[in-house]
């Protein structure tokens, strides 16, 4: 029953009247869609702005009375005549909304709307030959379905990941429409599921676009510093339709190189290309390289630094160098505005805040953000966790959500492969430790090494507590560990379990031979809310308080001689559904050290200077 009631209207409507594979709802979570990696340095016609939108609940748009698909849905975009037949929707009288952006902030009356939203527009076109024209959707949560000129021509799953369709063969020339149905409906089968500790905003909530290129095409690289020499930047080139002996050309200006490769029958070319006095890509040094890849017409100038993380023991090596990673968990919400985080401007605040808070590190939580974010990241010098939402208790039993999970692992290492401040791949978050669970997410971290064995893979895990004489001691030795490179742990001492002081008395007992990451820990406060000076003993939910959690955590993590990282929770407060204490929560997660508004809390002021002064971790 909850399943039932729980799943897209969409989705189960389509099911129930026997349509298991209708046209427009396959069951393949990646039908006809494709990735074009680094699209923002593509020749591309913006379609951010105001679309016209309705709101429909019921899928009026899709479905009959009698709950048959429609042949005159709202896909059809129909001119409506008074004078006609009646007609229940008007695209051209409908009202907007912007894009990107979540709709939940952009209208009152949409702040807890979960279901389908129609969004259409009209742009012109002037066709070129030879050229494809590719509909480009940065996010969308969660579930897309796109028509052009009516034709139906894909759909996507997974709320924040891009995609391509493309639209070449139902454009025209003059003026022409793309109409899509964006459904946000939590689903039981869904990566995340029914559960989650974030607002579920739905919506084209990042940029859109039309990109043109030619026939064949680069649509997707990866240029790094080889593992084992690192005088040599290795990988390939893969240019779509190209058939074998495709010329290839990789340069990289500053460095003097310039290498040419064919593509081969599979269309990829290999890349070597041997460097000297190359500077690597650090916290301290940032150095990024403008790097140009062309392929016959198309041509592609990225900016891409060089560096290799691995492990030895339970070290992190950065450019063969231990490292400490001093990190702040960070959500994709607006600061001040609140609502999902897409400018450039939201971006600068939050990273600004990383930096000031003396960070070399960020854990982007629980999905892939913005591709500012990695990239601004990449400027900045702040390396990287970024994770997929395979957050708490999926259906792991389900093939089919496992390769929606798939889907979403491999769209995130796909964009942002290019990216040197990615060091981590996250494949879960605080999932239930059962059989299923771990072969399902072993399976995640094979295909994660698969796809990029430049990069170390983790998971934030739960751990185990046994009480002791003196206090309590954390176990960490869930399964999945053995396929990790790095162990996250997350624990809330302080919080969900004792009082602050118990990190005092808190052993560490680590059963894998691994670095560890303290993921997430923290507490709530309200910014503004104070204990009455002297109080030694500050209630929950006070700055006070959150500043205590803070003090007696640094000291406990500082005893853990494995840790190699930490990224409390949370840089800002977020909105969240689950929490509900009326003048205290108000369906935020108040675990930030900064409010949404902006204020720093006390605790903030704790961690920056561990961080700044480098009391909290081993120094590198
Ligand atoms: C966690 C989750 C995170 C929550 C946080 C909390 O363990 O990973 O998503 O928001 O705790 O505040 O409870």
Known sequence: ????????????????????????????????????????????????????????????????????????????????????????????????????GDWNTQRPELLYYEGPIWYEKDFQHTAVSNKHTFLHIGAANYRTFVWVNTKKICEHEGGFTPFDCDITAALHDGSNFVVLSVDSTRIAEGVPTLQTDWWNYGGLTRD????????????????????????????????????????????????????????????????????????????????????????????????????????????????????????????????????????????????GWAKELGCNYVRLAHYPHDERMTRTADRLGLMVWSEIPDYWALQFDNQAVLAK????????????????????????????????????????????????????????????????????????????????DVIGTNEYIGWYEQHAEGADTTTWDIRYDKPLIMSEWGGDAKAGNHAASGDTHPALWTEEYQAEIYRHQIAMLNKIPQLRGTSPWILMDFRSARRVNPGLQDNFNR???????????QAFFILQKAYKDKTLGRAE
């Open 208 to 351: 859109v676009s039309l990109v043109e290129v030619p026939d064949q095409f680069i649509d997707d690289y990866d240029l790094h510093l080889s593992r084992t020499d690192r005088s040599v930047i290795e990988g390939y080139v893969h240019v779509e339709g190209a058939p074998a002996g495709t010329p290839v050309t990789v340069t990289i200006p500053e460095l003097h190189a310039k290498i040419e490769s064919t593509v081969d029958a599979n269309s990829r070319a290999a890349i070597s290309i041997p460097t000297k006095s190359l500077s690597l890509w650090s916290p301290e040094d940032p150095k990024l390289y403008k790097v140009e890849i062309s392929s016959g017409p198309d041509k592609i100038e990225d900016t891409i630094g060089f560096r290799t993380i691995e492990t030895r023991g339970t070290q992190i090596l950065l450019n063969g160098k231990p490292v400490f990673l001093r990190g702040i968990s960070i959500h994709a919400e607006a600061p001040y505005r609140t609502g999902r985080a897409y400018t450039q401007k939201d971006v600068d605040t939050l990273l």
């Open 405 to 484: 999970s798939r889907q979403q692992l491999s769209e995130m290492i796909r964009r942002d492969r290019d990216k040197a401040s990615i060091v981590l791949w996250s494949v879960a978050n605080e999932t239930p430790n059962t059989e299923a669970r771990t072969k399902y997410l072993t399976a995640m971290v094979d295909l994660a090494h698969q796809l990029d064995p430049t990069r170390l893979v983790t998971a934030a895990l739960l751990v185990r507590t046994e009480k002791t004489a003196s206090g309590s001691n954390k176990i960490v030795d869930d399964p999945l560990g053995k396929a990790l």
């Open 1 to 100: 029953m909850q399943k039932s009631a729980t799943r897209s209207i969409l989705t189960a409507s389509l099911l129930a009247v026997g349509f298991n594979t209708p046209a427009f709802c396959q069951t393949s979570p990646q039908a006809n869609t494709t990735l074009l990696v680094d699209i923002d340095h593509r020749p591309s016609t913006s379609l951010n702005g105001d679309w016209r939108t309705i709101v429909d609940q019921y899928s009026t748009g899709i479905y009959t009375l009698h709950q048959e698909l429609r042949k005159d849905g709202f896909f059809m975009n129909a001119p409506f005549d008074p004078s006609g037949h009646p007609q229940d929707y008007n695209f051209a009288n409908a009202a907007t909304l912007r894009v990107p």
């Open 591 to 601: 675990k930030g050290l900064i409010s949404d508004q902006g204020v720093r809390k």
